[in-house]
């Protein structure tokens, strides 16, 4: 396990000049433009020079929650004019949005922190630009996912990203089923309290080797990348309370396993540990019981009543 600290949560200091000649042209603000604007995820000063134009000059912004944003908007001396934009007004506010925008209004929506569409129902919105034809242009900048993928350790060549898992259990049960032979780096994004509980989902379906970072205040003065395996992470979880917002990064399933899987998926555990013996003539049955739990991602005590079981049925 290890653990980094960065920065201090701070105001930005002095900003780049946006305005120069041939940058303001491709920055200047059109009319009937929705902006996606990233937002800072916990330190005020990634919040981007061109962000801040965008802000400053768009006719209103859409907001996740406004009394956030008020803040933010503060802090940088911001002050257009603000309509919420979240998850249980969305239909009725996404239409509005669109009909001010295309009687040539331009709008900035910003979420709490991150970028706008990303797990937060921006992506509403910008679906039903696309549909009415309104442009969209993205102001990119801060996200969690990638920032933490980052500092995972893990590849970050290949990676999936399947932001919250339902709290539906079946919903949730299928996710983890169709995930546990995902060979790419998986993202997940969790609140502190219901953190166990999918750790503990996690090694169920992943099982205890499977490497992942628990990635916690992100930008925040008490930022933390926790690198371990996920049996370690649920014995710490059970004496450490969660604190702060997670990204999850799982390393994925070990190459080779998938293709293993397939052949196996046939066999029951205890001709599986047979078929083992069979490859492997110098093991113990015992070896082979544990090979065969590591490889299925069970307990070695499942393997073993499953061949005592086969056993008995044979006498
Ligand atoms: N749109 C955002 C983005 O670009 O990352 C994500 C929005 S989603 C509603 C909020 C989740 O993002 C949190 O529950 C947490 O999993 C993750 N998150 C946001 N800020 C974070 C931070 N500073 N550190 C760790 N995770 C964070």
């Given at each position: 396990m290890s653990s980094i600290k960065t920065h201090e949560y701070e105001k930005p200091g002095i900003l780049p000049d946006v305005?120069?000649?041939?940058k303001e042209e491709k920055n200047r603000i059109e009319p009937s433009t929705l902006y996606l604007v990233a937002t800072p995820i916990g330190n005020l000063?990634?919040?981007s020079a061109r962000a801040l134009k965008v802000l400053s000059g768009v006719d209103f912004i859409a907001a996740e929650d406004t009394r956030n944003s008020t803040k933010l908007l503060s802090c940088f001396d911001i002050h257009r004019p603000l309509v919420s934009y979240f998850e249980h007004n969305k239909r009725q506010r996404g239409e509005e949005i669109v009909g001010r925008l295309e009687r040539g209004e331009c709008c900035a929506l910003i979420t709490d922190?991150?970028?706008?569409a990303i797990s937060d129902p921006g992506e509403d919105l910008v679906r039903l630009c696309a549909e009415r034809g309104i442009r969209v242009i993205s102001v990119p900048g801060c996200c969690a996912a990638i920032t933490a993928l980052t500092l995972s350790?893990?590849?970050?060549?290949r990676f999936v990203f399947e932001g919250f898992l339902s709290t539906q259990k079946s919903e949730r049960r299928c996710r983890l089923e169709a995930l546990k032979t995902e060979e790419r780096t998986i993202i997940f994004y969790e609140a502190p309290h219901k953190l166990r509980a999918t750790l503990a989902d996690f090694l169920a379906y992943f099982g205890k080797d499977r490497p992942i970072a628990l990635c916690r205040?992100?930008?925040?003065?008490n930022e933390e990348a926790m690198r371990t395996t996920l049996g370690c992470a649920v014995e710490y979880y059970d004496t450490h309370d969660p604190r702060g917002e997670y990204v999850l990064i799982v390393g994925g399933c070990p190459t080779g396993t998938v293709q293993a899987l397939a052949e196996w998926s046939e066999m029951t555990p205890a001709q599986h540990v047979e078929a083992y013996l069979e490859e492997h003539p110098e093991a113990k049955k015992l070896d082979a019981i544990k090979a065969v739990a590591k490889l299925r991602g069970v307990s070695r005590n499942e393997i073993y009543r499953a061949v005592l079981d086969a056993e008995d049925e044979l006498e």
């Open positions: 305005e120069d000649a041939g000063a990634d919040l922190a991150g970028t706008p350790g893990l590849p970050t060549g205040e992100l930008t925040k003065r």
